[in-house]
């Protein structure tokens, strides 16, 4: 059975950082694969936020330059390192691979 365990969500003031951890289960072969990010927030859509393959690393205008996406073909593990967090990063976050999705962990950015 393929899971992606999301963690590392949390509450954290404006300007914080958090680094979101995805993991995967052994089903999974973590290192054929592109993964992503994606938020959502209630009553909208989901956001794709960030995508890591072969070519390299991309990000939505949006994060650019304030979160970095990385992985550990070893470890099987995503991440995505947020830094200076605005309000409007509230969601819930989600890791994606193969068309597989996690259960999300809940970033709250809030004074």
């Known amino acids: 059975e393929v899971q992606l365990v999301e963690s590392g969500g949390a509450l954290v003031q404006p300007g914080g950082s958090l680094r979101l951890s995805c993991g995967t289960s052994?089903?999974?072969?973590?290192?054929?694969?592109?993964m992503a990010w994606v938020r959502q927030v209630p009553t909208k859509a989901p956001e794709w936020v960030s995508e890591i393959n072969r070519d390299g690393a991309f990000y939505a205008d949006s994060v650019k330059g304030r979160f970095t996406i990385s992985r550990d073909n070893a470890m099987n593990t995503l991440h995505l390192q947020m830094n200076n967090l605005k309000p409007e990063d509230t969601a819930v976050y989600y890791c994606?691979?193969?068309?597989?999705w996690g259960q999300g962990t809940q970033v709250t950015v809030s004074s």
């Open positions: 994606l691979g193969a068309g597989y």
């Open positions: 052994s089903a999974f072969t973590f290192a054929n694969y592109s």
